[in-house]
T-cell receptor
Framework: AQSVTQPDARVTVSEGASLQLRCKYSYSATPYLFWYVQYPRQGLQLLLKYYSGDPVVQGVNSFEAEFSKSNSSFHLQKASVHWSDSAVYFCALSPYGSSGNKLIFGIGTLLSVKP | DMKVTQMPRYLIKRMGENVLLECGQDMSHETMYWYRQDPGLGLQLIYISYDVDSNSEGDIPKGYRVSRKKREHFSLILDSAKTNQTSVYFC????????????FGEGSRLIVV
């Protein structure tokens, strides 16, 4: 069965510090992987996605993620966080990579950035 | 303008009343979705619609039905709402051209008392 695990429900970092949000997936083949961000009282917005090729993908607002097939992981990283990065971050998996298929979400990680 | 619009944004209903949540998108996306979001559970797929009158159950369809008569509009209907349907509901859309990138609305917060 396909699944996405975000082991950290909440992460707190100081402004300017580096960040890693963890994501592990379970899928028999190489999935399409996504990170979405949800700011308070808003819908989800795409940060970045991985389909194939270079395992390090760049996203908006200086976020990047690294795909690891051996570890079944797709961790999100940022070199220096800003207070405005405080939000909930969701990792998601698409088993087929084409429109019309279910996107499987993790439960999300709440990021709090201390000033 | 690429936008998914949900109405209403906030709604309070009594148990047993009917609820209609509406969603529109201006991108002509074929596929549309209804998710609900609950603390500790993330997003759970209720229904997926592949195009007009082509709908499929998601992971938690019980207690819900949907209607899609135009490509741009996708409605979620709760017949006789229950208190455990109190949640935030998100509509999303996608197309083959976007891979499986979903575009989300801002959510509809439903409270059933």
């Amino acid at each position: 069965a396909q699944s996405v695990t975000q082991p950290d429900a909440r992460v707190t970092v100081s402004e300017g510090a580096s960040l890693q949000l963890r994501c592990k997936y379970s899928y028999s083949a190489t999935p399409y992987l996504f990170w979405y961000v949800q700011y308070p009282r808003q819908g989800l917005q795409l940060l970045l996605k991985y389909y194939s090729g270079d395992p390090v993908v760049q996203g908006v607002n200086s976020f990047e993620a690294e795909f690891s097939k051996s570890n079944s992981s797709f961790h999100l990283q940022k070199a220096s966080v800003h207070w405005s990065d405080s939000a909930v971050y969701f990792c998601a998996l698409s088993p087929y990579g084409s429109s019309g298929n279910k996107l499987i979400f993790g439960i999300g990680t709440l990021l709090s950035v201390k000033p | 303008d690429m936008k998914v619009t949900q109405m209403p944004r906030y709604l309070i209903k009594r148990m047993g009343e009917n609820v209609l949540l509406e969603c529109g998108q201006d991108m002509s996306h074929e596929t549309m979705y209804w998710y609900r979001q609950d603390p500790g559970l993330g997003l759970q797929l209720i229904y997926i619609s592949y195009d007009v009158d082509s709908n499929s159950e998601g992971d938690i369809p019980k207690g819900y039905r949907v209607s899609r008569k135009k490509r741009e509009h996708f409605s979620l209907i709760l017949d006789s709402a229950k208190t455990n349907q109190t949640s935030v509901y998100f509509c999303a859309s996608s197309s083959p051209g976007t891979g499986n990138t979903l575009y989300f609305g801002e959510g509809s917060r439903l409270i059933v008392v």
